[in-house]
Structures are given as C-alpha cells and as structure tokens.
C-alpha cells in the first residue's frame, strides 16, 4: 500500500523534506514520476523529456538543477555542458543516486552554492509544488547564483490545480526577464516552458 503524504506546498515548507524521503522509501527512483508509473513509464519519460530540455542546455556551461532528486539528468546534461550540480531537499532521493553525480543537499528555499557560479538553472515540475513565497524566495537565491546573462529554465505545470502562467511569470520575473518559450503535454495537465535571462 501506497503510504499517503500531504504536498509540502499546502502545509509550508518545513515538511518539504519529509514529504519527498517518505515517498522515497516506498517508490524509489519512481519517485521523480507519476505514482502509478513503472520503470518503462519512467524510461519512456525521461526520454521524452530529454528531448524537451537538450535544445536549450545545449553547451550551456555550468548547470545547477533545484529538486533534482536522485539525478536522471545528471549524465545527459554532464554530456551537453560543461558541468553539472544538483541539488534536492531529500536525502533519501539523494542517496539512490550516482556518487559521481555531483548532487548536494539543501535546505527548502535555499541554495547552498556561492554567488554567480552558474550560467543556467533549471527546474522540472519542482516550484508547482511550493507557495508563492517559497517560489519569490527561490526566485532571489536563483538570481544569487547566477552570472552576468545567465538563464533560468523552468517547466511546469499550469491549469486549475496549478498557478496560472502569468502567475509563474510575476514571481519569476522579480529577478529576471522571463516569457514562455513553449508548451509540453504531460498526460491530462498542460506545461510552459519558461526561459528568463537575469537582470544586468
């Protein structure tokens, strides 16, 4: 039986962390996946997803990703840029990952890396899940990291049981000049991909 946890984003951001090691423990890597979805599932998505995101990592330099779980990116992005650094909440979503991953614990909210050490952060279906203020307070330790001209890509998901675009827009566009650059149909739920370059 499928242990029941509440989203972090409806019980604040102390309990992000327990939220995302509980499903650890009972899905493993299918974590980072629709519950429901088998290992074909995740391989089929992860696949598809690639195609999404190469395009725009492509010789991208130094990548940071937030909510990166247990890295299915890592190596595909290691293999299109010059670096890559992950970093997620759960420590159990962490440990079934590769040791060469690079992939550090955080802090909900934070960003544990210097000032201006990436040209681009990504997240993937990762601020859907937190406040409005926890996306504003993530939307300065993005622009924290960033350097001069660095890019912030995010894809998530819109609709009723999600922000509005326009919504992601104003909270991202605090510290960056950000639009949407396309969309991604993701079973019944509709994405945007947002792509923000940071203030000079």
């Not at 190596?75 to 979503?93: A, F």
């Not at 912030?152 to 675009?165: D, F, K, P, Q, T």
């Amino acid at each position: 039986m499928i242990k029941e946890t509440t989203n972090p984003k409806h019980k604040g951001i102390n309990t992000a962390t327990q939220y995302w090691n509980d499903r650890a423990e009972i899905e493993g890597r299918l974590t980072v996946v629709r519950r429901g979805y088998d290992e074909i599932d995740m391989k089929d998505i992860t696949n598809h997803w690639w195609s999404v995101l190469k395009p725009h990592l492509q010789n991208s330099g130094d990548v940071l990703e937030i909510g990166c779980g247990w890295g299915r990116w890592a190596s595909r992005i290691n293999s299109v840029s010059k670096s890559y650094t992950g970093i997620d909440v759960s420590e159990k979503l962490i440990a079934l990952g590769d040791k060469e991953s690079n992939i550090h614990l955080s802090q909900p909210g934070t960003i544990p890396m210097d000032d201006l050490s990436f040209d681009v952060v990504l997240t993937v279906s990762v601020l859907q899940h937190v406040s409005d203020e926890m996306v504003s307070k993530m939307a300065y330790e993005i622009d924290r990291v960033l350097r001069p001209g660095g890019k912030v890509l995010a894809i998530e998901n819109i609709g009723e049981s999600y922000r509005s675009a326009s919504k992601y827009i104003e909270l991202l566009g605090s510290v960056t000049e950000i639009k949407i650059v396309g969309s991604v149909r993701s079973k019944k739920k509709g994405m945007k991909i947002f792509l923000g370059t940071k203030h000079s």
